[in-house]
């Protein structure tokens, strides 16, 4: 059965309005008789299965029949504690460190590593909150392989790793002297118009980008996240061009560390450092946002000034909390969710503002993330439609699999279709967090995404029908051929308890076993995967809630 994409959209979004994969008391108990899906508390657990699951879909890359268990045991502060406690796992980027990027098979090697390596990581890594993390601030603070190359875009997500459970105002500092973001927005060649220096121009790519995207947005924002408007109802800006012209002034003299090379790539590791030249920046007075900075001081000085200016201003809170939500719970947050927790950002109970730990944890667990825990309780604009990378991770670790699968004859990884890993087309990202739904004021950024060739690749299984390609990428077909081959029935309780919380939708579950007796495929394992991405491909599994 082919789904229209308009019609995807449509049922997706309807979904995300509060008539989709939850379904009334009666259906519910009726869907869940055949299931082995939970939704009471079971005795000596301090969750519910289904809230189990639920919560690993916003925490992580997606649940696993462990991981589920664990957090059914211990809860979820205890569980997100625990992982706060765990070793930041990192890319080995040591077998691409030295090549030559002017000799094109050898910088297709360090690409084909590269894609080798992120899958196994984000899957398998022990560290999942932390991991998710990352990636959620590598969406709205990116890099991209595409201009970088291989060796420092698994640099900077490494860098991310290190990040991710800090404090944002150390993080401004470091992201400042970061290499690989040093030379993606340019700030590396950042230099003052001087006559010692010919050709030396500001460069302000990275002052503008550290304000609009990084921290504090276009708009001025009120502690809720709300638009602050003047006496005609117009949005106020943040800042001027003139702020963005003296910040650059500020962000000049930094300096790769070693000296550029075609063959060894370690230079983007580090930090930068102030140039030793001294035109290499500019010390004369600037203000930026009300902010004076005084003449003569050095580039490192400076940098001190930016981040406390920035983390003082009144819209790094909100900012950052709107889009940690949006990237690990909800789309579309309540203005009461993004005040509670940039009230968190402002202080974490002990004075301190910026602390992530604090930030991250109370967005899992502020009450509207987790009302959705009992079945059919969250608002009908709750949710947030899975991106392709995590559809195809989900998947991935549903299936237990350890790899992509690669495509047959091919030495080639299966990917989700718009959005390669640390790859995105520019420093937007892969898409806008301001992005609407069409036709409607519900933001729904994810669904710019969605479009005819991610459906098709959903519905082709990405190769994972293929016994040899699922063998070689770790994943455990075999109970899902077995149990359609006894009975439609087991095959949909399964799929049910793995990949849908317990609660399948009425409607998806009729559809499965009508489809079961006619799927087509060679053996029972290609025809439960086969049936298995046409479930996936649903907006009841497109869509998270």
């Known amino acids: 059965m082919h789904i229209p994409l308009r019609l995807w959209i449509t049922l997706a979004l309807t979904t995300l309005g509060g ?279 050095d580039a490192a000085t400076e940098l001190e000034t930016i981040v406390t200016m920035l983390m003082g201003h009144q819209n790094i809170a909100p900012f950052v909390s709107l889009r940690m939500i949006q990237h690990l719970v909800t789309s579309n947050p309540s203005p009461a969710y993004i005040g509670r927790i940039a009230a968190v950002f402002r202080n974490n109970g002990r004075g301190v503002a910026g602390d992530m730990k604090a930030v991250v944890k109370a967005i899992l667990l502020d009450p509207e993330a987790r009302k959705g825990d009992q079945i059919g309780a969250d608002s009908a604009s709750f949710g947030k439609l899975r991106e392709p990378v995590l559809w195809f991770t989900s998947v991935l670790r549903g299936l237990g699999c350890t790899q992509a699968p690669k495509w047959d004859n091919s030495k080639d990884y299966a990917q989700p279709y718009q959005q390669t890993p640390y790859n995105p087309s520019s420093v937007f990202s892969f898409y806008a967090p301001t992005d609407r739904a069409p036709g409607s004021n519900l933001l729904a950024p994810e669904q710019k995404l969605i479009n005819a060739d991610t459906l098709a690749s959903r519905m082709g299984g990405f190769n994972l029908g293929s016994a040899a390609a699922a063998a070689a990428a770790g994943c455990k077909i075999d109970p899902f051929g077995e149990a359609l081959a006894a009975s439609p029935l087991l095959y949909v309780n399964l799929v049910n308890e793995r990949f849908f919380r317990g609660a399948m939708a009425p409607t998806l579950r009729q559809n499965l076993m009508d489809l079961a007796p006619t799927i087509w495929g060679e053996n029972n394992n290609m025809k439960a995967i086969n049936l298995l991405s046409y479930a996936l491909s649903s907006p009841y599994y497109g869509v998270m809630r």
Not at 145 to 168: C, E, I, R
Not at 215 to 243: C, F, I, M, W
């Open 19 to 297: 008539c989709g994969q939850q379904s009334g008391p009666d259906e519910q108990a009726q869907g869940l008789q055949a299931s082995s899906g939970q939704v009471a508390v079971k005795q000596g657990a301090s969750v519910s299965r289904y809230a189990a699951t639920r919560f690993a879909e916003q925490a992580t890359f997606g649940p696993t029949p462990e991981l589920i268990a664990e957090v059914e045991k211990k809860g979820f502060s205890q569980w997100i504690d625990d992982q706060f406690a765990l070793p930041a796992s990192k890319f080995n980027t040591a077998p691409i460190r030295v090549y030559n990027s002017e000799i094109p098979a050898e910088g297709q090697v360090a690409w084909d590593y590269m894609i080798s390596q992120i899958y196994p990581t984000l899957i398998g890594s022990a560290d999942q909150l932390r991991r998710r993390v990352s990636w959620s601030i590598s969406q709205f603070v990116p890099t991209s392989s595409n201009k970088l190359t291989p060796y420092p875009a698994m640099v900077y997500a490494n860098f991310l790793q290190d990040q991710a459970f800090g404090n944002y105002g150390d993080f401004i500092r470091a992201l400042t002297t970061n290499p690989p973001m040093g030379l993606y927005l340019d700030n590396i060649q950042n230099r003052p118009l001087s006559p010692q220096c010919i050709g030396c121009a500001p460069n302000e790519n990275y002052a503008r980008e550290l304000m609009q995207l990084f921290t504090l947005g276009v708009v001025k924002l009120n502690p809720d996240g709300t638009t602050v408007r003047d006496s005609k109802g117009a949005p106020v800006e943040t800042y001027s061009q003139e702020d963005v012209s003296q910040l650059a002034r500020a962000l000049t003299g930094w300096s790769m560390a070693a000296p550029p090379s075609r063959w060894d790539w370690s230079n983007r590791d580090g930090v930068l450092t102030p140039d030793t030249w001294d035109q290499a920046h500019d010390v004369g007075e600037k203000v930026v946002l009300g902010t004076t900075f005084p003449s003569g001081k």
